[in-house]
């Protein structure tokens, strides 16, 4: 049975809904809006209950492709599975993969390399507990400095191998082979941060070692025991500030750590018993270490507390 599409096309809205049957179940329903919808009836496989189901609109969805769709919830039928059910999972697989290309764009726009590498060191630093704040402020600088202004504004799933190769060569290039190592690790680190939250399925750092340039560490020079004499005269014949040069033989009379002697502050100092314990947050390792003031420290001491900025030291602003 075919109803010609004048009909269907030329029918009018009236006071209550009506159909235009073409057969096989399936109907135009009119609308008093003036909608026309296809519909289908049948019978529900469990319940043997009468039930619609809706196939679309019309014109939208033309008389055949309606019949075309009709068939197509009669096999459904034969094979036991309710029509309407397989339309709502259906929607709702559509819709979920719609929900899940939409966080895929989402990510790709919010997730970028820089933002992630930040969460990773706030991580480590604020939850991990892996860094004291000198050490923190390192790495997040050597970030800064070598990598994100290759790579930072990219979707971290867009970061690929040769990206970090690259990176990696421009520094070994510029001569900077004593950080390039670190900072290979640290990129491979926040990696390794983003694939175990599901933000990347791979980590193209992970054989990044394997390409760094051979290191040697050249170490500072030092002086003979015969040569300490002429340094002095030599620093304080110089044009260095007072207090830089008060520094230096501080932390050559000590041999405390650099750190130690910048960050240190007038509370660590007992001068009762010549005694110097830095805070070992400054410290190597964190641990605490107490070091004994010989007289001619106390002495540079003295001559600093002129100086002072309050609890601190005046070398903390060199």
């Known amino acids: 049975m075919s109803v010609p599409d004048t009909v269907l096309r030329n029918a009018k809205p009236k006071s209550k809904r009506y159909s235009i049957s073409i057969g096989e179940s399936i109907h135009l329903e009119v609308m008093t809006t003036g909608s026309k919808i296809w519909r289908m009836r049948y019978r529900r496989p469990e319940t043997n209950k009468q039930a619609i189901f809706t196939i679309g ?24 599975i309710d029509p309407v059910e397989h339309q709502r999972q259906q929607i709702e697989q559509q819709q979920q993969e719609a929900a899940e290309e939409r966080k895929k764009v989402i990510e790709k726009t919010v997730n970028t390399f820089e933002k992630v590498a930040r969460d990773w060191h706030q991580h480590r630093r604020d939850v991990l507990k892996k860094w004291e704040p000198v050490t923190a402020q390192k790495v997040i600088r050597s970030l800064e400095l070598h990598v994100f202004d290759v790579v930072g504004n990219k979707p971290i799933t867009e970061v690929s191998a040769s990206d970090v190769l690259g990176i990696i060569e421009k520094m ?81 009379r000590t041999l405390a750590r650099t750190e130690e002697v910048r960050y240190a502050t007038w509370s660590e100092f007992d001068f009762e018993n010549a005694l110097w314990t830095p805070e070992p947050k400054n410290r190597k390792g964190n641990k605490a270490h107490t070091y004994p003031l010989p007289v001619q420290v106390i002495s540079l001491l003295e001559r600093l507390k002129g100086r002072a900025y309050g609890e601190e030291i005046p070398i903390h602003h060199l």
């Open 57 to 80: 609109k019309y014109p939208d969805i033309s008389q055949p492709e309606a019949r075309q769709a009709g068939w197509r919830a009669k096999d459904l039928l034969k094979q036991g």
């Open 172 to 252: 070994q290039e510029a001569g900077k082979t004593n950080v390039v190592r670190k900072v290979g690790q640290r990129i491979k680190a926040v990696f390794e941060y983003a694939n175990m939250r599901g933000l990347v399925d791979s980590n193209p750092a992970a054989s990044i070692s394997s390409e760094y340039a051979p290191y040697t560490v050249e170490h500072n020079p030092t002086l003979e025991a015969g040569e300490i004499k002429q340094f002095f005269d030599d620093l304080n014949a110089s044009a260095s500030s007072e207090t830089l040069k008060i520094a230096i033989e501080f932390t050559m």
